[in-house]
């Protein structure tokens, strides 16, 4: 975001340099960083690019917020928000990272009142004078000593990073993909371009957007629903069947009284017929 002139940038508000920070005491201080405005100008502002300008951004932000609390690290992660480093000319990169930073909400970041610089920076671009991004940024975030800096080409769907090769660096060494895959160092993570979105890559497991979360959840809930359904379709059969079970042994039950009953019922009169013959062979006794 913003125009590639540092002259456009003259007439806005810029951070004292570090030296005149450092001069002022604590309530000069708070008074300058409450001054300074919390966003930029139309005037610095590249024109809006639609859904392929800013759905990339929330995406890489709701990726990242989601990597760095699971991890149950300080990062903060931003999204043109007006960073003002010493004496520069702001400016409002699409994506920035600052590690070992609290995560609370901010509406603009001032190096100096932070103690720290940006560590990362992403800008995605879609459509226009790709001179900002691919020269003019290249230049000043080496030399504001920013560690990376990526940009996302939504419209050409291509990827490129820079790196300083040491922190004291302040020219860029380009990066080289590996397998299709930026390795970056500062975020611990692999980026690819992976159909007409950006993919972060972790341990070689994708990290997935909201929606795909959403849509894995869904399928698990799904899954679940079907297995429960699935549950309770064989308690009803188990539930029949032992039911079944239990009526064929009453069956054989009854069937066994009535054969013994039967047997009874033969014996008795087998019995009587042996008495009667005994009498008709003894009418004496």
């Excluded at 042994?249 to 005994?278: F, I």
């Amino acid at each position: 975001m913003g125009r590639h002139t540092d002259k456009v940038g003259d007439a806005f508000p810029r951070a004292p340099s570090q030296e005149e920070w450092e001069r002022m005491g604590q309530e000069e201080r708070d008074q300058v960083v409450a001054a300074l405005p919390g966003e930029v100008t139309y005037e610095e502002m590249a024109m809006p690019e639609g859904d392929r300008h800013s759905k990339p951004k929330r995406s890489a932000v709701n990726v990242l917020e989601g990597f760095f609390t699971r991890q149950g690290r300080k990062v903060y992660v931003g999204s043109e928000l007006p960073v003002y480093y010493p004496a520069e000319r702001r400016f409002a990169p699409d994506l920035l990272v600052v590690l070992d930073a609290e995560s609370h909400s901010r509406d603009k970041w001032v190096v100096s009142h932070e103690g720290h610089g940006l560590d990362w920076v992403m800008e995605v671009h879609v459509g226009g004078d790709r001179k900002k991004d691919a020269e003019f940024n290249v230049s000043r975030y080496a030399r504001l000593g920013i560690l990376e800096y990526f940009i996302f080409d939504g419209g050409r769907l291509t990827l490129e990073g820079y790196r300083l090769a040491t922190p004291d660096a302040r020219v860029y060494s380009r990066m080289e993909p590996q397998k299709g895959r930026y390795v970056s160092e500062v975020l611990g993570l692999e980026l690819q371009v992976e159909g007409d979105h950006l993919r972060f890559w972790a341990d070689d497991a994708p990290l997935l957007e909201l929606r795909e979360l959403f849509s894995r959840l869904e399928d698990q809930a799904m899954g679940l629903q079907r297995r429960a359904e699935d549950a309770e379709k064989r308690l009803v059969e188990e539930a029949r069947h032992r039911e079944d079970l239990e009526h064929r042994l009453a069956a054989e039950a009854r069937r066994r009284d009535l054969e013994a009953q039967s047997r009874e019922e033969l014996e008795r009169r087998l019995a009587e017929v042996q008495a009667e013959l005994a009498r008709l062979k003894n009418p004496q006794g």
